[in-house]
Structure formats: structure tokens, C-alpha cells
């Protein structure tokens, strides 16, 4: 049995994405889509990979492999994994989907290239492919050609076109490998050009495009490497087809063993797609800001067109459609065998009144930057006045939280804030359009709705905010006031909820969200973001050595990939959760950027 871990290496190209194990197997991808149906699933199975009956994976193996070693090309997506034999032989793969400039438009195809090398000896290769359908509801009968294997994958045919034998990959067997190997398995269509210099081409051109992306970021001097790591990451989070971010890439990687708290992350949240913009504005990633400030556009101008009443839903599918109904996929068993396997999340129909600020927050840089391609005008503002409206009617009224509780309502104190935020954020908006009557009305609300808040939340008898209006419960979603400039870090009111929050929700180095017991329980793993937002109120609240030294215990964590999922296990260090988690990620950037020394102390 092969015990899965989270110590995966992703690629992409912002339409499609695939995660690589550390023996260089695809063990997830999905079509034609992030969040479509997986032609590798294995991610999601605790199958032995030997087993003849396993499926949901491609594995391109060196015989009587020792040893792995894994590696991205700088500044780039794009997975080399090498394998070394007992004896020696060395071979070298490179996994990538391609993603360049071409004719005035990038191309970014569903599809995934492989390139095996020899790299020393004689090594001897074994390449399986199984794919599965229907969410390993259908074992997918692959038909052989010539010169290609057919995959009538349900969601969207495939077609592997390579230069390698086709009759031993048929039959799985090992043999030489003498002179490098190509493989592109995009839609079913025969490929069109030459396939080896083709292949080759691609995957310059896909160096060369990710390489002059990332020369673009405005990076901060200290942990360089890592903040491009996540910068990158996050990039192919985004579905640029319409902008929208996804949370993670995958779904039902359970919060802790057997917790059943196991969801499907691959929508767009815009509660994370917020938090994902800021952090890549602070490295001046502008063009996924304006992906996304378009798709958030259609989903305002989808809310007006209903009659709800202007409620906007805390996630959409990546095209933006609003119903995403949550079922169980049977078939699969879940990682390590810890079902259930969730398609769809039922969120989309709770009440998450923080969503408002979101889409203002995520918009009003479009008022007053003069390096975007498209600015916000008057026409834009008066849509988006129109969640501001929702936002000061619902401030003070019960949701579901930004944690998403599913069996009970309250009036929660980030939520309130978040609403706060859009009506502040409304007036920065009108001043900069000079709309001054429209700055004031929107001021006046924001200092009103501070002030009852304050009221509501405040608990003299602990000198703390409480997570939730008239109650005394502690919230890690409470450290974010600061970045929200509803409080300062010199505040005695925040200072006694910061300290308040370490006494309750801190487990060593790691932050729990909470600790009241909820749908499921009492949590158990830590939510890396939330230490990360501890990371950030420790150095504002000047514990600037301790907030170092946290930070690096935080990047100690990280996979060989550089990344992180959602949740931790406080006591081992075990990652847990949905991965590459974007709120991670955020958090990483924002701490290396405030903590960092600038760059003229490097010079």
C-alpha cells in the first residue's frame, strides 16, 4: 500500500492544472477544468500503485528505481523530476502544460507534456496509463493507433500523441530508453506538426513566457525564492478564461484524519480571490487583478439581474454559475481511504454577509490606478453602490460566517467589518471620482456602522472583541482589523483582543481558526492562514523578532514544492487539507513582504 501525501508539485497554465507525486506519477487532473471531472484521480484513492486494477494515474517509472529527486525550472511551473537506478542509470522527466504567446493571443491548451531523457547508462523505463471517467465510476477502455492512444474520457476525449512504442505502453512493459521521448496528451485531434520539435518548442516558449511573467513581480529582497514559488502558484489558481480564482486545486482532502470535514475547494470564493489579489498587488501582478475585476464584474451584474434583491453568494463555479449542488462520489474512496469525496459545495447557498466588502475591496483599486489597462468609471460605481447597499442592510444581521458553520446563524464581528470596509471603501471610490456628495453618504454609514460594532462586539469584563455581537468568543478572523484599518496595532482595544486570541487559539507556533466546537466537533489541525495573520499583528504590535522567527518556522513547513495546503497538524507538522491552499499562500507573501528589509539595505 502506498500511503499518500501532500507532497505534491503542481503545474499548469491557468486553463488546466495537474499534481505530480514525488515519484513523478500524475495522480490528479481534471477536465476540461479545474473543477470538471478527473481523468487522474489516484490522489483520491489509497489503491497500491503496483496493483493491476488501480487506476487514476500516469506514472513514467525507471526500473529498480533508488532514488527521485525533484526540482521546478526557475522561475517556473514546469516539474523536472529525475530518477537514478541502482545501478546508475539516470533519467530525466520534464512535466509541464503548455502556455505561451501565439498569433495575439496566449495559448493555453487542455493538455499536458511530458519529455522523458536519458541522462546516464542504459535505464530501463515502465510507463502506465491509467485514466479513469465519471469519477472513477467508468475504467476508461484506451484505444491504440499508430502514433497515439484514444482516452473517450466522458467529460472531454483525450488523445496521448507520442513518439514512444505504443504497443509496450499497451502492455506496460519496461524497455530502453535510448533517445528522449515525447508525449502531449491534449484533446482528441491528431497533433499537427512534427511532434518532437513541437514538443520542444512548447516547452521553450512555456520557460520563456513564466520566466517573463515572473521578471514583471515586484518581489521583496528577503525570501525571494519563495514569495515567486507562491506568486506562481497562485497564478495558476486563476481560470483566465474568466478570471475567477479558485480556492485550491483539488477537493476532499480532509481538515484532519478521518474528520469528514472533507470539501470541495476547486470554485471561486470571493472571500479568497480577494485576499489572492492583494497579496499579488503588493508584488504589482496587475493582470490577475483585472481577470478577476472582470468576472466580479459579471457576477454583480448577474445579482442585479435577479430578483434577490442584489445577494451576491460567497462562491461561483469558475464560469460563474451560481448553483453548485454538493453530492458524494461513490466510486472513490478518499485520500488514504478517508471519504467522503465531495463534487460541489453547498456553501453557495449560505448567507455570508462578508462578501459584500470583498467585492468592493477587490474593485475600488480600479478607481485609482493609472496603470490598469481598463478603469472604473461612474457606470461601475453605480453598480457598485448597489452592494454597498446590501452591505449597510445586512451588517448587523446573523450568517454563516467566514468559517462557513452549517448549522447555526450568527451576527459574526468579521462579517460586520467586512461590510464596514465596503461602505468605507465606497467613498475612497466616490472621492477619487469626484463624486463628494456620494464620498460623504457613504463616509456618514461607515462611521455609523463602527461605532454599533464596536458597541456590539466589545466585552469590557475581558477587554476583547468578540468574535460574535453580545457573545465572548475568541476568532482568529479577529487579527484581520488591523489589515482592514478598522483598528490600529496601537489600539488598547486590540491589543487586548490580540492577546486574548493567543490565549485561546494558539497551540505553540500554529493558530486555530477557533475553538468551540462546531458542525463537526472540536477542530483539531491549525488553519495556516490564521497563524500568518498572527505573523502580521505580532510585528505591527512591535514583537518583530518573534514574528521573524515564526515566519521561518512557518516556511519550514512548506512541501518540497515550496507550498502549503489549508490546515496542520499542531503536534506532528502533517499538512492537512485542500492543496496549493491560496489563503496559505497569501499569508506567505504578506508576511515576507512586511517583514522583509527593503532593497536599499541589499545594495
Not at 460563474?320 to 471519504?339: C, H, I, Q, T, V
Not at 458542525?519 to 490564521?530: L, Q, S
Amino acid at each position: 500500500m502506498t500511503k499518500r501525501t501532500l507532497d505534491l508539485w503542481p503545474i499548469g497554465n491557468c486553463q488546466t492544472s495537474a499534481l505530480i507525486d514525488r515519484a513523478g506519477r500524475m495522480i490528479w487532473a481534471c477536465l476540461p477544468r479545474v473543477d470538471g471531472d478527473p481523468i487522474f484521480s489516484a490522489l483520491l484513492t489509497d489503491d497500491d500503485f503496483a496493483d493491476p486494477e488501480a487506476r487514476g494515474y500516469w506514472s513514467i517509472e525507471l526500473e529498480d528505481v533508488a532514488s527521485v529527486t525533484q526540482e521546478y525550472i526557475r522561475n517556473t511551473p514546469i516539474l523536472r523530476t529525475r530518477q537514478t537506478d541502482m545501478h546508475g542509470n539516470i533519467v530525466e522527466m520534464l512535466d509541464f502544460c503548455p502556455r505561451f504567446k501565439q498569433k495575439g493571443r496566449i495559448y493555453r491548451p487542455v493538455a499536458f507534456a511530458r519529455i522523458v531523457r536519458p541522462i546516464a547508462g542504459s535505464p530501463r523505463i515502465r510507463i502506465r496509463l491509467r485514466p479513469c471517467s465519471d469519477w472513477g465510476e467508468e475504467k476508461v477502455e484506451v484505444r491504440y493507433g499508430s502514433n497515439h492512444i484514444r482516452i473517450p474520457h466522458s467529460a472531454m476525449p483525450m488523445r496521448l500523441s507520442t513518439d514512444a512504442p505504443i504497443g509496450l505502453i499497451s502492455q506496460e512493459s519496461p524497455f530502453r530508453l535510448e533517445r528522449d521521448m515525447h508525449f502531449f496528451l491534449g484533446p482528441d485531434e491528431s497533433f499537427s506538426d512534427t511532434l518532437r520539435p513541437a514538443v520542444e518548442r512548447m516547452l521553450d516558449d512555456t520557460i520563456a513566457e513564466w520566466q517573463h511573467w515572473v521578471r514583471g513581480l515586484a518581489t521583496p529582497p528577503e525570501w525571494q525564492d519563495v514569495v515567486i514559488r507562491c506568486a506562481i502558484t497562485l497564478k495558476l489558481c486563476q481560470y483566465e478564461e474568466t478570471g475567477a480564482i479558485v480556492a485550491a486545486l483539488t477537493t476532499s482532502i480532509p481538515e484532519h484524519a478521518d474528520s469528514g470535514r472533507n470539501w470541495d475547494y476547486r470554485y471561486c470564493w470571493l472571500r479568497d480571490a480577494y485576499y489572492t489579489v492583494e497579496a499579488l498587488n503588493r508584488l504589482g501582478a496587475l493582470d490577475v487583478l483585472e481577470g478577476y475585476l472582470a468576472y466580479l464584474r459579471n457576477i454583480v451584474d448577474g445579482a442585479r439581474d435577479t430578483d434577490s434583491g442584489g445577494h451576491i453568494q460567497p462562491l461561483y463555479d469558475v464560469r460563474g454559475n451560481p448553483r453548485l449542488d454538493e453530492r458524494e462520489a461513490k466510486a472513490l474512496p478518499g485520500y488514504r481511504g478517508m471519504g467522503p469525496v465531495r463534487v460541489g459545495n453547498q456553501a453557495y447557498e449560505q448567507i455570508q454577509h462578508d462578501a459584500y466588502g470583498q467585492v468592493v475591496l477587490s474593485s475600488v483599486q480600479s478607481y485609482i490606478d493609472q496603470r490598469l489597462y481598463r478603469m472604473s468609471g461612474q457606470e461601475d460605481f453605480i453598480a457598485l453602490e448597489e452592494v454597498g447597499e446590501r452591505a449597510w442592510n445586512v451588517y448587523d444581521k446573523a450568517d454563516a460566517g467566514l468559517w462557513e458553520l452549517r448549522t447555526r446563524a450568527r451576527v459574526h464581528t468579521y462579517s460586520a467589518v467586512m461590510c464596514w470596509a465596503a461602505c468605507d471603501r465606497l467613498a475612497h471610490a466616490a472621492r477619487a471620482l469626484g463624486l463628494y456628495d456620494r464620498e460623504a453618504h457613504w463616509g456618514e454609514r461607515a462611521i455609523t456602522m463602527k461605532r454599533k460594532i464596536l458597541s456590539k462586539a466589545w466585552r469590557p469584563d475581558s477587554a476583547t472583541l468578540s468574535a460574535e455581537f453580545e457573545g465572548d468568543t475568541a476568532d482568529a478572523s479577529l487579527l484581520q482589523l488591523l489589515d482592514l484599518r478598522f483598528m490600529n496595532a496601537d489600539d488598547p482595544q486590540f491589543l487586548g483582543t490580540l492577546n486574548a486570541i493567543e490565549r485561546e487559539l494558539r497551540r505553540g507556533s500554529s493558530m486555530l481558526r477557533y475553538s468551540a466546537p462546531d458542525d463537526f466537533g472540536e477542530p483539531v489541525t491549525a488553519f495556516n492562514i490564521c497563524t500568518f495573520w498572527l505573523i502580521e499583528a505580532l510585528y505591527l504590535t512591535g514583537r518583530k523578532e518573534e514574528a521573524r522567527d515564526l515566519f521561518n518556522e512557518m516556511l519550514d513547513r512548506r512541501t518540497a514544492a515550496g507550498l502549503l495546503s489549508e490546515d496542520i497538524d499542531t503536534v506532528t507538522g502533517e499538512l492537512w487539507g485542500n492543496y496549493p491552499q491560496t489563503y496559505s499562500l497569501v499569508g506567505i507573501i504578506n508576511c515576507a513582504v512586511l517583514l522583509s528589509k527593503p532593497w536599499s539595505e541589499c545594495r
